[in-house]
């Protein structure tokens, strides 16, 4: 972008000399064709001149071009300051996500417990969910059908709540399915 400008101002520049250049080649013609006269003839006379050998032609090209190269550059930029812009974004979208399930993972996942506090041993394994004539360990690829599951516990609600009739599990029969 900076090199179109500065080309173009450079054009611009040389525009003006060819003019000055043209206007004093041609001020003692004009000078003997007339007595007085505004500095718009001076002008006129000068641009016949140059454009009837080319160089005003020429010049509009070149400033055409330049402009056009300096628009695509600057539609470049635009474009990859936007897509710089998104892509912050999206790294900024990103990492909120990880910190959302990193917090997640703390709920989840409390700290462990103090030095001078023991963990309970875990449950051993339920033999409602081994396989009959399998060791303690549970085979995971075992599934109970529905009759072989055991019946759940109803859970201690007080009477008013209104959905009695639903059954509800209590930690006993949470902890024999896990």
Same mark, same amino acid.
């Not at 710089?84 to 996500?97: F, P």
């Not at 709920?107 to 030095?115: E, R, T, W």
């Given at each position: 972008?900076?090199?179109?400008?500065?080309?173009?101002?450079? !054009?611009?520049?040389? =525009?003006?000399?060819?003019? =000055?250049?043209?206007?004093?080649?041609?001020?003692?013609?004009?000078?003997?064709?007339?007595?007085?006269?505004?500095?718009?003839? =001076? /002008?006129?006379?000068?641009?016949?001149? #140059?454009?009837?050998? +080319?160089?005003? $032609?020429?010049?509009?090209?070149?400033?055409?071009?330049?402009?056009?190269?300096?628009?695509? $550059?600057?539609?470049?930029? #635009?474009?990859?300051?936007?897509?710089?812009?998104?892509?912050?974004?999206?790294?900024?979208?990103? &990492?909120?996500?990880?910190?959302?399930?990193?917090?997640?993972?703390?709920?989840?996942?409390?700290? *462990?417990?103090?030095?001078? =506090?023991?963990?309970?041993?875990? *449950?051993?394994?339920?033999?409602?969910?081994?396989?009959?004539?399998?060791?303690?360990?549970?085979? #995971?690829?075992?599934? !109970?059908?529905?009759?072989? /599951?055991?019946?759940?516990?109803?859970? /201690?609600?007080?009477? +008013?709540?209104?959905? &009695?009739?639903?059954?509800? #599990?209590?930690?006993?029969?949470?902890?024999?399915?896990?």
């Amino acid at each position: 972008m900076v090199n179109a400008k500065w080309r173009q101002r450079r !054009l611009l520049n040389i =525009e003006t000399d060819l003019f =000055e250049e043209q206007m004093d080649k041609q001020k003692e013609k004009i000078d003997a064709a007339y007595e007085a006269y505004p500095a718009s003839v =001076e /002008r006129s006379f000068a641009f016949r001149t #140059l454009s009837e050998s +080319g160089c005003v $032609a020429m010049l509009n090209f070149t400033e055409s071009r330049l402009e056009r190269a300096y628009t695509r $550059a600057l539609n470049t930029l #635009l474009r990859l300051q936007r897509l710089r812009e998104s892509n912050r974004a999206a790294r900024k979208q990103d &990492s909120a996500k990880r910190t959302e399930s990193q917090e997640r993972t703390l709920i989840i996942n409390p700290s *462990p417990p103090a030095q001078n =506090e023991q963990i309970p041993p875990a *449950p051993p394994p339920s033999a409602e969910l081994t396989p009959p004539g399998s060791s303690t360990a549970p085979d #995971l690829s075992f599934q !109970l059908n529905r009759r072989d /599951r055991p019946p759940l516990a109803e859970s /201690r609600e007080p009477a +008013g709540n209104t959905d &009695s009739d639903a059954p509800q #599990l209590d930690d006993s029969a949470l902890n024999s399915l896990a």
